[in-house]
Structures are given as structure tokens and as C-alpha cells.
């Protein structure tokens, strides 16, 4: 099967993306050109990506004391993705961009994610340079991120520490000034930095001329100290080699070396690394030390990172809805070319009878249909977080602001649920396929290796599930969660007439959630708030989708193509077999159930 069908109608169809014309910025674009750019990107894909997706699995990245080795195919679909102007493709025409929507470049990338999520297509270089388009400062903007855009430069994000994992808090890292002149620099306050940073996406490899780490790191006190909690934390741009005011490299390779390669069960044609910054290895100027320039202010490296990790959760969300459509459509195949069994009739199963196709077995459609519904409904929520994006740049004030605060509401739920939902769409996959769903003969056994580290990838689970209900359903008094409220409402108002029982149902579901945000907090501490933090996100997470659903469904009045009744069904399928799961979700979340919390820990 294509993706493009189910891409077209979610972009023109239901979001109707062709109204982003009519704003300034985006004036020169019209449905020609979208699809023009879909073309291209479905095409590169196709050619670049997927033929290579298992050669990637198989054929590791290998460090032989001096680079990286990667596969021809990795440096081709890389050089192919740059060439595209996808890197670059929502920037200004200024900057090289194609002032393309937010909305139709989240449309296009979903292409290489479905290919081969494994080749990566420069998620983290494309939000490294946003974020210091942002927060960097005009030379800062041209030397890097122009030329992360360009494709020239790749970047990452350094945030995790052996030590710290998660815990940005504890972070070990050190940068001081370099120098009397530290604060003259042209590229920004120069410092060095001193620590260990682990699983770096992409740290270390040979596909770009340079490489461009966003790193974490804490400027000690004037006691030598370094602050504790994460006020302290500051944010560094550290190239592996150094360059000029123009971008142009000096010769000079910094002190990032590479400590060692990890082994992932998924994910395996990307690099993922140690690196150490300033160990010595690549002494700088005569002296030990990373040098890295300071972005935005002191102390305030982690609001400017958080740019970035937001925009590389919804990518982590992208790819792991990518990988569930992946599966299904694998397993759609597979069911309907696979003969075995036979039907049943009132005398029970007649041997003498040939065999069916296994989609015609029941079980069979509801696996199949479980996918559609995790995953297609992801694909809708992610294209839908998208079209916030734009609205966020380019509305009206007051739609902007509310287009902010959704997003900061819908985000922990682009990311976790289909990093959770189609981790088991890949896991029916594999059961469709029965005993070849899980040898290496057949690409569902992939999915499912790639998509389980998607519930770790920029924030586990347990941590967009604090995040939802410790900090964003609660932020200004609720209102993101009202606002959000509102639209469901809306859905369920212009459904009544066709989808009357789901209408009710995606009402009760909005007023399950509500009473059980509420009783969750009602006089609690934090950690009793907090210790059913996963059901709540599941909860929420389903309601959403559920919403999403329906809007879709209400989308296709009139409509009786076989894809309608396909969206349709999906719809049925989640309202009867999934939404009613919230109800013992959010059981443990309105009483505070201390089961988890309070076990000590000899009676595990």
C-alpha cells in the first residue's frame, strides 16, 4: 500500500491546508507546490531509504580507532535528504528556506520515516539550528545553523550524562571561561567544557563536514561549585572541529572524542554514542578542553534546550507512528496473500473445502483494524499538532496564543502515545505473520526492535506522563486543558447528528478525565499526585485520539469510498474496543491508589 493516499487526505481533506495560503508568508505556495514537495520527498524515500532499511539493521555502524564506518547507502540517503532543501524547508526564502508549513514538511518527512526511521533524515540537525535561530545571536545563526540548513554541518543535542540519565538536574559537566577574553568572542562567551555525555544520537560520524553538539553543561560558582538543580544549567554550542567567523573550518579539531558506540536492539543504522568532552585527547590552543560558545544567557541553557526537545519529541512521536503504519501495512499484505484455515459452517470446518486468506478470519480484521486505529489516528494527531505550529506563527495574536497552549497540552500525547500504542501495532503485525512475524525474513521483527526505543527516546514515558499531569494540564489555571476541552465539545457537537453514541461517549470520556485531574490534586502532595502519572497519560492519551477520531469520522459526510469506510470502521473500533479502557485507568488516578507507590522494596 502507499502512504500518499491517507497524506493527501489528512492534509487537504480534513486539515484543508490549502487555507495557510492565504497568510503572508506562505502566499507563493498553493496545492501545486505541496504536493510538489511531497513528490520529491516520497520519491527519495522510496529510492533512497527503503531499499536500504534492513541493510542498515544489519550492517552496524563500527568505530576503527580513528571514524565511524557507516554504509554507502546511509552517506547517499543523507547527501539525497540535504540536497532536497528539507533540512531548511519552513525557514525564511532569506535563509535559504522554502517558507513551506510546518504542517505539509511534518506531511513530507513521515515519508522517510515509514522508509527506514533507522537512516534518520536529520531530525536533530534541523532542530538544532531552530532552536538557535531562536535563541542564538546573529553570527551564531550564520556560521551554524545556516550551515546546518545547508546540510554542510549536522547536529545533536547533549544532554544525558552516565550518571544522570534523565535527570537533567544532576548534571556534571563543566564550562569555564577561557581566558580573560572569554566574553569578547565573536561566535559567543567562549568556555571549556569538561565531562561525559550518553546516548548522543548521531555524535559521531563522517556523513557531514562538521558537527555541531548543543551540550548541557553548569559554570561553577565563584567557590569552584557547581550550582545544584537545573537553574544552574547553561547551553553550549561545541563543534567537533572549529571553524572561523565564516564558517570556514580552521584546521583545528576540538577536544570531543568519542568514548565508545552503543549497541541498540532498534534504531541500529544510526549512531548512538559516549562522547567525552575535553578528556585531552584533541588538546586545543596547548591546553585541555572542549571550547564551546554560550547560547541565551547563563543559567538558562535548559529553557533554551527545551526549543529543541519539544520539536524532537513530536519527531520521536512521527517515527514511531511511521514504524506502526510500516507494520500494518506489512501485515495487510500478509494477510491478504496467506492461505490457512477454513471457514466454519453449521457442521463445523469441511477439510475438503480450500483454504482462505487469513484476512478473512475475524481476529485477523481486528488486528488489522487495531493498527489503522493506533496508527492512522497518531498520523492525524501529529499532522494536527503540526497545523498548531503554523498557527502559532503565523495567526492572529489570540489564535497564536491558544494554538501555544494546546500544543503545550497535546505534546506529551504526540510523543508517548503512538511511542506506547503503535510499539503494539508492530506487535500485531507480528502476530499476523505467526511464526515468520519474528525471523529476520520478514521487516515487522524491525519495526518492533525500532519503535520499543521510542517510549525512552527524548523523555520516557514515566516523564511526558509527569510532565501532562504535574505541570501542563495545570499551567495558567488549566486553561490549555479547558481550551482543549472546547474543541472536543465542538467535535462532539457536529458529530451528535451522525455519531450520536460516540459523541456521548467522547463527552463522558472528557468529563472522566476532568473530575480525575482534579481529585488527582485535591489536597494531594505531589507524589501522591503523581505515583498513577502512566494511567493518566493513557488515559488522556485515548481520549485525544478518540477526539481525533471522530472528527475524522465527522470529516466524511456523503463519502463512500472504501477508504471512508475503512476510517469509518477505525473510528467504531476505538470508541468500542479502546476508549472504555480509560475508565480503570483513571480509577487509580481519582483515588490516589497507593499500591505502586507504598510497596516497600524487599517485597518485590
Not at 474543541?487 to 459523541?503: H, V
Not at 473510528?571 to 479502557?581: N, V
Request: some cysteine.
Amino acid at each position: 500500500m502507499s502512504l500518499r493516499p491517507t497524506v493527501d487526505f489528512l492534509l487537504h481533506d480534513w486539515l484543508k491546508v490549502e487555507s495557510l495560503q492565504s497568510r503572508e508568508r506562505f502566499t507563493d505556495h498553493s496545492r501545486e507546490t505541496f504536493d510538489a514537495v511531497l513528490d520529491t520527498c516520497e520519491r527519495i524515500a522510496r529510492e533512497k531509504y527503503a531499499p536500504f532499511n534492513r541493510l542498515v539493521d544489519t550492517q552496524e555502524p563500527h568505530f576503527d580507532g580513528e571514524k565511524v564506518i557507516l554504509p554507502q547507502a546511509t552517506h547517499d540517503a543523507y547527501k539525497a535528504y540535504a540536497e532536497s532543501g528539507m533540512l531548511s524547508a519552513a525557514q525564511d526564502y532569506e535563509f535559504g528556506g522554502m517558507q513551506l508549513p510546518y504542517t505539509v514538511e511534518a506531511a513530507a518527512n513521515a515519508f522517510f520515516a515509514m522508509a527506514s526511521v533507522s537512516i534518520g533524515s536529520g531530525m536533530l540537525t534541523s532542530g538544532n539550528a531552530n532552536l538557535l535561530m531562536v535563541h542564538g545571536t546573529d553570527l551564531q545563526k550564520q556560521v551554524f545553523a545556516a550551515n546546518e540548513f545547508s546540510g554542510r554541518f549536522s547536529g545533536t543535542m547533549c544532554l544525558s550524562e552516565p550518571q544522570a540519565g534523565s535527570s537533567l538536574s544532576d548534571v556534571m559537566t563543566r564550562a569555564t571561561p577561557d581566558g580573560a577574553d572569554f566574553e569578547s568572542d565573536a561566535l559567543g562567551a567562549r568556555y571549556r567544557l569538561k565531562g561525559n555525555k550518553m546516548w548522543i544520537s548521531s555524535g559521531e560520524h563522517e556523513l557531514s563536514e562538521n558537527i555541531i553538539h548543543l551540550v548541557l553543561a553548569k559554570i561553577p560558582d565563584a567557590n569552584g561549585q557547581l550550582v545544584p538543580g537545573v537553574k544552574g544549567i547553561s547551553l553550549f554550542i561545541v563543534p567537533k572541529k572549529l571553524v572561523d567567523t565564516n564558517g570556514q573550518l580552521t584546521g583545528e579539531r576540538n577536544d570531543v572524542a568519542l568514548a565508545g558506540l552503543n549497541h541498540k536492539c532498534g534504531w541500529r543504522g544510526t549512531t548512538n554514542t559516549l562522547l567525552n568532552f575535553g578528556e585531552g585527547k584533541y588538546p586545543v590552543r596547548g591546553d585541555t578542553g572542549a571550547l564551546g560558545y554560550l547560547v541565551g544567557k547563563p543559567g538558562e541553557g535548559l529553557r533554551c534546550m527545551f526549543h529543541m526537545m519539544n520539536e524532537a519529541r513530536i519527531g520521536v512521536g512521527m517515527a514511531a507512528t511511521m514504524l506502526g503504519m510500516a507494520g500494518y501495512y506489512a501485515s495487510l499484505d500478509y494477510a491478504k496473500n496467506r492461505p490457512q484455515g477454513r471457514p466454519s459452517g453449521a457442521g463445523g470446518k469441511d477439510a475438503s473445502r480450500p483454504q482462505v486468506r487469513i484476512i478473512e478470519h475475524a481476529d485477523i480484521k481486528r488486528m488489522l483494524l487495531a493498527q489503522k486505529a493506533y496508527s492512522e489516528g497518531a498520523l492525524a494527531l501529529a499532522l494536527y499538532s503540526a497545523r498548531l505550529v503554523d498557527e502559532q506563527h503565523t495567526g492572529t495574536a489570540e489564535d497564536a496564543d491558544v494554538a501555544r497552549l494546546l500544543l503545550e497540552v497535546l505534546t506529551p500525547i504526540v510523543k508517548s502515545f503512538p511511542s506506547e500504542w503503535c510499539l503494539e501495532a508492530n506487535s500485531l503485525a507480528i502476530q499476523i505473520h505467526g511464526g515468520y512475524g519474528y525471523t529476520r525474513d520478514f521487516p515487522v521483527e524491525q519495526y518492533w526492535r525500532d519503535n520499543r526505543l521510542n517510549m525512552i527516546h527524548e523523555g520516557t514515558h514515566g516523564i511526558q506522563a509527569m510532565d501532562l499531569l504535574g505541570r501542563k494540564v495545570l499551567m495558567e489555571n488549566g486553561r490549555g486543558l479547558q481550551l482543549l476541552a472546547e474543541r472536543m465539545l465542538a467535535t462532539a457537537a457536529k458529530a451528535d447528528a451522525s455519531w450520536g453514541p460516540e459523541a456521548a461517549a467522547l463527552r463522558d470520556a472528557l468529563t472522566q478525565v476532568g473530575q480525575a485531574t482534579q481529585q488527582a490534586w485535591d489536597g494531594a502532595e505531589p507524589a501522591q499526585a503523581l505515583a498513577n502519572a502512566v494511567p493518566y497519560l493513557q488515559a488522556f492519551g485515548h481520549t485525544v485520539i478518540a477526539w481525533i477520531w471522530l472528527d475524522v469520522a465527522a470529516s466524511l459526510e456523503g463519502q463512500d469510498s472504501p477508504a471512508a469506510q475503512g476510517r469509518r470502521a477505525a473510528c467504531r473500533y476505538f470508541f468500542r474496543y479502546e476508549l472504555p479502557k480509560i475508565g480503570a485507568w483513571l480509577n487509580v488516578v481519582s483515588s490516589r491508589d497507593p499500591t505502586c507507590a507504598d510497596l516497600p522494596e524487599e517485597a518485590f
